[in-house]
C-alpha cells in the first residue's frame, strides 16, 4: 500500500499521452520522479520490484520515485502518463482503519466543511495498481482538463496542471479506498444492485432495467432496497446523478445541455426542472 501527502501540491513534470505497439518492452529503469499512469485500452504488464500487475482498461498504476519497473504488452495498450514530485511512500494500515469516501449521499448536499483532520486527512492512499470503477469517468474527464491546460494555458499552466493532478489522485485513492467499504450486514442483492446503478446511472436507466438485471420482481426489489437503503431506488440514482452534474458544471468544460445528455437525462428542460427542484437554482445559474 502507499500513501501521498498532500502538504504540497505535486508539480506535473511531464504528461502525455501513449499508444504501444505489441511487443513493446524495456528492461527496466528507476526514475528520480513519480509515475502515474492511465491505461484507456489494451491490456500491458508491469513488473515492480519483482511484482507482477496485469493492467487493462480503467486501471492505473503507480511507481514511485527510485523504484525499479519493467512494462511489457504482448497486444497494444494506450495510456495517459504523468511524472510528478513529492512523496509517495510505502504504508502499512490495517484494513479496518481505512475508510471509504463518502462519495454516496444521505439526504441533501451540505454546504459546511466540518470534521477535517489535517494530519492525517491530507493523506491519500493507493496501490501500485488501482482499478477505477465507478470512479472512470471522473478520471477521464479530469485528464482531458490537463490535456486543455496544457494547449491553451501559458501562464499559471504548471499550477493548474497541479491542482487538476491532484483531483485526479483524489478520485483515484476514492477509487482505492472503496474497496474497504464495509457492506457485510447488507444482502447480497441489495449489493449488486448498488453495483449496478454505480456503473450505469449515466444512461437512462429505470427500475425495470434494474429488476430484470437482478432478476427480482420489482415489488421485492423496491421493499428490500427501502429497507436496508433508507431511500428508494429513483430517489439514490437521482441523488448520484444530481451530485454528478454539480460536478460536471462548476469543475469541466460541459455546459448544461452536454451535462443533460452524459447523465443520461432524456431532454435538457426535464434536466433543468430537476436539476432546479434539487439545489434551489437554475443549473445556468449554478456558479453565480
Not at 494555458?153 to 478520485?171: D, G, R, V
Request: net charge neutral; aromatic share 14%.
Amino acid at each position: 500500500m502507499l500513501s501521498y501527502d498532500f502538504a504540497k501540491l505535486p508539480v506535473v513534470t511531464m504528461t502525455g499521452r501513449v499508444t504501444e505497439k505489441d511487443g513493446w518492452s524495456h528492461s527496466g529503469r528507476a526514475m528520480p520522479v513519480n509515475l502515474l499512469v492511465i491505461f484507456h485500452s489494451g491490456s500491458c504488464r508491469f513488473k515492480i520490484e519483482n511484482r507482477e500487475y496485469e493492467f487493462k482498461k480503467g486501471d492505473v498504476g503507480i511507481v514511485p520515485k527510485e523504484v525499479l519497473y519493467a512494462p511489457h504488452t504482448h497486444s497494444f495498450c494506450e495510456y495517459t502518463f504523468f511524472h510528478f514530485n513529492g512523496d509517495v511512500e510505502e504504508c502499512q494500515i490495517p484494513a479496518e482503519e481505512i475508510k471509504p469516501f463518502d462519495d454516496i449521499p444521505q439526504g441533501k448536499p451540505s454546504y459546511g466543511l466540518t470534521n477535517f483532520d489535517e494530519d492525517k486527512d491530507r493523506k491519500l492512499l493507493f496501490d501500485y495498481k488501482v482499478s477505477l470503477g465507478n470512479q472512470a469517468q471522473n478520471i477521464e474527464l479530469l485528464v482531458r482538463k490537463c490535456v486543455n491546460t496544457r494547449l491553451n494555458y501559458e501562464s499559471k499552466q504548471q499550477l493548474l496542471l497541479a491542482i487538476q493532478f491532484s483531483e485526479i489522485m483524489f478520485h483515484i485513492s476514492q477509487a482505492f479506498c472503496e474497496k474497504f467499504r464495509s457492506d457485510d450486514n447488507l444482502p447480497l442483492q441489495v449489493n449488486k444492485i448498488l453495483t449496478y446503478i454505480k456503473e450505469n446511472y449515466t444512461s437512462p436507466i429505470t427500475l425495470e432495467d434494474i429488476c430484470r438485471q437482478m432478476n427480482l420482481s420489482k415489488q421485492y426489489c423496491m421493499r428490500i432496497f427501502k429497507k436496508h437503503m433508507n431511500t428508494t431506488i429513483n430517489d439514490y440514482i437521482l441523488d448520484l446523478r444530481m451530485r454528478h452534474a454539480a460536478y460536471l458544471l462548476s469543475s469541466t468544460y460541459m455546459n448544461v445541455n452536454q451535462a443533460a445528455d452524459y447523465l443520461g437525462f432524456s431532454g435538457t428542460s426535464y434536466f433543468s426542472r430537476v436539476f432546479k427542484k434539487y439545489y434551489g437554482v437554475a443549473p445556468s445559474d449554478y456558479l453565480e
